[in-house]
């Protein structure tokens, strides 16, 4: 196949970017400091003369997906094919199957913004005429969101979670795994006493315990009334994860289903809730078919970013609107940034973001993003790598 390959003058431009996030999120896979990525623009015209435009983002995050420089390599042969700056011929088909998931996210996400701006749908209700049941189903006008409180010390972290409840979030995700058991109980001990019990608290172990701590970890966080865990255990151990559900705290799976793994099978009995990262799914659209898929074999959906830009980020709020009922997302990460891309058409107020109602992402709001191309020392102009 090849990007836009039924419009004519097609050009595709890619632009790699940098961002340093505002402050190290700790997890207990390490610090994030930066994310760097990859924004997509598609245009060309339809036979009918009509204009065509899309906008996506690949912001790899291993394990998640794919790693940096096999992301920037798929693209520069997707551009390169569908620009046909070279000749013409077999290397000029790519083949999907081989395209890796923060690729594809962004392969997806140009055509799925394109397409949608063409029906001058918002993302989300095209998202949910698409994958909906035969009636169709509306998109949602906002999104719940929680807040993500990083590792650190008892007391910053009780003081980052008082910070998210007087901004309104009423849902908190504390990340743990990266300091000893007790330790982390003590960090959702002061942090339950410190909010009280009106808000909703999830944990986030990044698959770190043993089956002996997680187990330990469930009996206290479901003494402390949080909502559910993530990734208790390694992505791979799904009879540990099977054998903690039920115990008084939900059982979610991230790693286990967002990445290289199989997914257990079937997924409803080892998991209450299901973490779906658009990034690792290989793009909105597949997102929102999984969590549809997920509704009705009783599993709980929920979507978050892994950190990405904005034009990802908003995708993502999309994706979420168009999954009915949804719960609070993993969504509210731009203020983790010290920069993005653009001003952020799906700000967080009250522990809620509203859907852009324009066509597509956010109409044309990210038309300007991506600037000459010299992505990958590509064909469409030379130049070096990076921009910034
Ligand atoms: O879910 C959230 O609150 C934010 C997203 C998040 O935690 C995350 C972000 C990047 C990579 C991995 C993860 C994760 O859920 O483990
Ligand atoms: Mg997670």
Redesign the pocket.
Known sequence: MRIGAHLVDREVRLREFSLPLRSP?G?AKGE?TERRGLLVELRGELETGDEVRGVGEATP?PP?TEGYEECLATWVTLRDAANGTVSDGDENEVDIDGVPPAARHAMNLVGADASARYAKRPLAAWLADRTGDSGGSDAAAEVPV?A?VGDGSVESTVEEAESAVVDGFDCL?L?AGARDLDADLDRCRAVREAVGDDVALRA?A?GAWSRDEAERAVDALAALDFEYV??PLPADDHEGLAALRGRGVGIAL??SVNGPNTWPDPVREFADVV?L?PMAQGGPTRTVSVARRLRAQGVTPVV????DAVVARTAAVHAAAAIPNVPAC?L??GDLLAEDLAADPVPVEDGRVRVPEGPGLAGDAFDRLVGDDSAGGGSAGGGSVGND
């Open positions: 999120l997890t994030m995050l998640w929680n993500t995700k990340k986030d990044n993530e990734q991230d790693e973490v990262k978050t970013t892994t950190v993993g509210a990460t």
